[in-house]
């Protein structure tokens, strides 16, 4: 039913993950391979392309659905519906990228509204020269925006005077010798449909079982499902120990056996969580790994 476009490149390889974690698994004949399938009857074909290609091509109507970042598709102002972000990138535990305006450590420049090109305009390479050009109007800075295919930080100060460019922690610009003084956008990965498939009803309601099969699979990866058994004289002291994301399930044991209890908690509280469950009298506990988690 639906043509399905994934990114190529620095995202592919954590996208094929979400996929087969999602029990959606992308199929081709080699890694390389640009065209593949994943075998649900709502997907009718799967193509890899580079994200900076995907939002035209959906806007387009070429696939149904998509996914990229948000950053391109604000730069290539593509006509699109987006049907959420999905909180994941190359970088494990980094769920969001910033397109930044960066100019050398020892630039007296603060902001930019302080960055001139002096008797000639401002240089500035970047890969984004849309949003360069639009934040740098907006600022009222006369600024010749070149476009760069790699290595966008090594160009200060011989090519360019600053440059527009994405980081994640930041540590590639420090690395370069650079500085971020101002930031044009957030950018998270993104599932994003064609307009007129977004308002075909069989098609959205293959779209959004599709995202719910992906979001869930992303919260499930930050939780664990905790089961333990506690006395009667323990359960208040147990039951106010657990975290409050949600109300516990309680169901009293066979006989005079107490109570068992699960609920859901945040992987990095759970070493600490189990320890200190014991010494409120829980026993039997178990830490479940989960597949997805849908609200």
């Known amino acids: 039913m639906l043509r399905l476009v994934l990114p190529k490149g620095s995202l592919e390889e954590s996208t094929l993950e979400l996929f087969a974690d999602a029990d959606l698994k992308v ?22 392309l580079r994200p900076q290609e995907i939002p035209l091509y959906v806007a387009q109507g070429i696939y149904d659905l998509g996914i990229t ?14 049907l959420g972000e999905l909180p994941y990138s190359k970088t494990p535990g980094v769920d969001s990228i910033r397109i930044v305006l960066a100019v050398a450590d020892a630039s007296p ?24 050009r639009r934040a740098l109007s907006a ?30 922690t930041g540590g590639a610009l420090r690395a370069a010798g650079l500085r971020a003084i101002h930031t044009l956008l957030v950018s998270s990965t993104e599932l994003i449909a064609n307009p007129a498939s977004a308002a075909d009803p069989d098609k959205r309601r293959a779209m959004d079982q599709i995202a719910t099969l992906l979001m869930g699979t992303l919260e499930a990866r930050e939780k664990v499902l905790v089961k333990l058994n506690v006395s009667a004289e323990r359960r208040a002291a147990v039951i106010a120990r657990l975290p409050s994301l949600r109300s516990p399930t309680v169901s009293e044991l066979a006989g005079d056996g107490g109570f068992a209890i699960e609920t859901v908690v945040r992987k990095d509280e759970i070493n600490t969580l189990i320890p200190e469950l014991k010494e409120l009298g829980a026993s039997d506990i178990l830490e479940l790994a989960l597949a997805k988690i849908v609200h």
Request: net charge negative; charged share 30%.
């Open 27 to 48: 199929n081709r004949t080699s890694a390389i391979a640009y065209q593949a399938s994943i075998r649900d009857d709502r997907i009718a074909d799967v193509t890899i």
């Open 69 to 82: 970042g948000r950053d391109w598709v604000e730069e290539r102002s593509a006509d699109v519906v987006s």
């Open 109 to 132: 420049c603060k902001s930019i509204e302080d960055l001139t090109g002096g008797d000639r305009p401002l240089r500035v390479a970047t890969e984004y020269p849309e949003l360069a």
């Open 139 to 168: 600022a009222g800075v006369d600024a010749e925006i070149s476009m760069s295919y790699g290595a966008t930080e090594a160009k200060v100060p011989d090519i360019a005077d600053c440059v527009v460019e994405l980081t994640e």
